[in-house]
């Protein structure tokens, strides 16, 4: 025999996800000990085999867009692979998408961010419509006749795929439509036209550079009307049956995310709503907006998580020099590195979902941007570090480190990227100071060195040039004083001594000797 196997891991399979000390703590504190029972179960769906080949088979047989069918007449339809379908009706019907709105338990929507951080591990990309289905509900409560009519579907927990009349449905789905070629995150550049029908309804004329889940059952859209840029609902289907005019021109051809589709649609005299007051159209998709960089800070948690679970794993069954490689110093020093990222993550996640479940409002106002800019920045670092730790073996696809390297710059730029959310952290200042006393208070008096961070963020000019430095910080001492407050010890005075001390060098695996990195990573080992 010249091939024989040993010294390789086993496949991290029939495990529970959902086990993650720091996740289920937050869960409880933030208003959901009701939900760990369902947690428990999602987590140990997602640890198994299959829906681990839902994930690969979903980014392996990518969305085909089908223009016309084959006389001739327009479609606009894009087909998925079935194990994409499978992905979202377990997201559906676990909760993650609209129903948070429709439960009025405390801790409804802490419940379902930790459901969307534990199955969006299995898979990232099909967790975009559902974010946006989910961020859609209270955009749409700015025209109450649409809510009335909508909002119960979009709470539905049926996941009913396909376009049809929307009241003939059992559950539907959400997108949005902002961003044009010529403006980008520019909204007010925006061109796209919205003339009144004269019967209530309006047309749209203009065509938008990014909408993703193209087959949702309605997006709201970004269109200039006579008083101003305006906020509209379009349905891919109206109520008489017929197909609203929603042109595919092409699939975006990504880096990552392949699994979902990402669309260039063209609006020709296509029927609209106008949701909110007309020329006011920012202030009402804001709401939307703000929804979805919730789930992009869940979501970049979720994938910090996930790459971790997997290096720890990797390192903990490989050995080499005589020893595992997770028992070597060096490396039981990156993956502690590694674990205080993800926990830091993980925790403000858990918090910036419990303050959208208590409406606090100018916490949240600040904290979600902040948190939004510094999470997804970090994703992309940890996942590649984590894939190193599995050499040779995290760059091939079987690993499944490839795909989520892929998918990690995807948070920071959607919803606004690094800049954008800088610069609306700096409006909030100027326009809400009450916003950053409000974010202050949570952290002040907790742990002198994060008081004396706190004294420093104060000293950097709140200015443009200044604006990432101002929001890393701010992001830095409001983790510090989560971790300090909720964590053991070891994590508290570790995360202190390198993120606010400057106790750290520039690549991970730089902690202090006096760090314990051993417990660290026993702390943070998939269970």
């Not at 087909?79 to 338990?105: N, Q, T």
């Not at 509209?232 to 880096?255: E, Y």
């Not at 020893?323 to 590694?338: E, G």
């Not at 996942?383 to 998918?407: H, I, K, Q, T």
Request: proline share 5%; net charge negative; glycine share 8%.
């Amino acid at each position: 025999m010249t091939h024989e196997v040993f010294n390789q891991p086993p496949p991290l399979v029939d495990y529970d996800v959902s086990a993650d000390a720091a996740l289920l703590a937050g869960v409880a504190r933030e208003g959901a000990p009701w939900a760990v029972g369902d947690l428990h179960r999602l987590g140990k769906l997602a640890g198994t085999e299959e829906p681990q080949r839902w994930a690969d088979e979903a980014n392996r047989y990518e969305p085909r867009l089908l223009t016309h069918d084959r006389y001739g007449h327009r479609l606009d339809e894009v087909e998925f692979h079935p194990s994409w379908h499978r992905l979202m009706s377990v997201a559906v019907s676990e909760g993650l998408a609209g129903s948070a709105w429709a439960d009025d338990r405390r801790g409804a929507h802490v419940a379902r961010a930790a459901g969307l951080f534990v199955w969006s591990q299995v898979e990232a990309g099909h967790s975009c419509p559902i974010s946006m289905t989910y961020a859609v509900v209270p955009a749409l409560r700015n025209n109450s006749d649409l809510s009335e009519m909508l909002e119960p579907l979009l709470a539905s927990r049926d996941y009913d795929p396909g376009l049809r009349t929307p009241a003939t449905k059992r559950g539907l789905l959400a997108g949005m439509g902002m961003t044009e070629k010529q403006g980008g995150s520019d909204v007010r550049a925006n061109s796209t036209t919205a003339t009144p029908g004269g019967d209530g309804t309006w047309r749209l004329r203009g065509h938008k550079w990014f909408t993703s889940a193209p087959m949702c059952d309605l997006f709201l859209v970004l269109a200039q009307a006579p008083a101003g840029l305006s906020c509209f609902m379009v349905p891919r289907v109206l109520p008489d049956g017929s197909r609203n005019v929603f042109r595919i021109q092409r699939l975006k051809d990504k880096l990552g995310n392949r699994s979902n589709a990402s669309s260039e649609p063209e609006f020709d005299d296509t029927v609209a709503w106008l949701v909110g007051e007309e020329g006011r159209g920012v202030r009402t998709i804001i709401e939307m907006v703000a929804m979805t960089r919730l789930d992009c800070v869940t979501g970049s948690a979720s994938g910090m998580r996930a790459a971790l679970s997997q290096a720890i794993h990797h390192t903990r069954h490989r050995s080499a020099f005589g020893r595992r490689l997770a028992d070597q110093p060096a490396m039981t020093n990156v993956l502690a590195d590694l674990a205080l990222e993800s926990e830091a993550a993980t925790v403000l996640a858990m918090r910036l979902a419990g303050a959208v479940d208590r409406g606090e409002q100018q916490f949240k106002r600040l904290a979600i941007a902040v948190g939004k800019f510094w999470v997804c920045k970090r994703q992309p670092v940890v996942v590649g570090e984590a894939l190193e730790c599995l050499g040779g073996n995290g760059y091939v696809e079987d690993s499944g480190l490839p795909r989520l390297y892929r998918d990690a710059p995807l948070n920071s730029i959607w919803e606004g990227s690094g800049n954008v959310q800088a610069l609306d952290v700096l409006r909030t200042l100027h326009r809400e100071p009450d916003s950053l006393e409000a974010l202050l208070a949570e952290v002040t008096g907790v742990d002198r060195r994060i008081d004396r961070a706190v004294t420093e963020l104060r000293k950097i000019p709140a200015d443009e040039g200044n604006a990432r430095r101002v929001v890393e910080r701010m992001a830095l001492v409001l983790q510090a004083s989560l971790v300090v407050r909720h964590s053991p010890p070891e994590v508290a005075d570790a995360f202190c001594a390198t993120r606010l001390d400057g106790d750290w060098g520039h690549a991970f695996g730089t902690l202090p000797a006096s760090v314990n990195a051993a417990a660290l990573v026993d702390r943070a080992a998939p269970a």
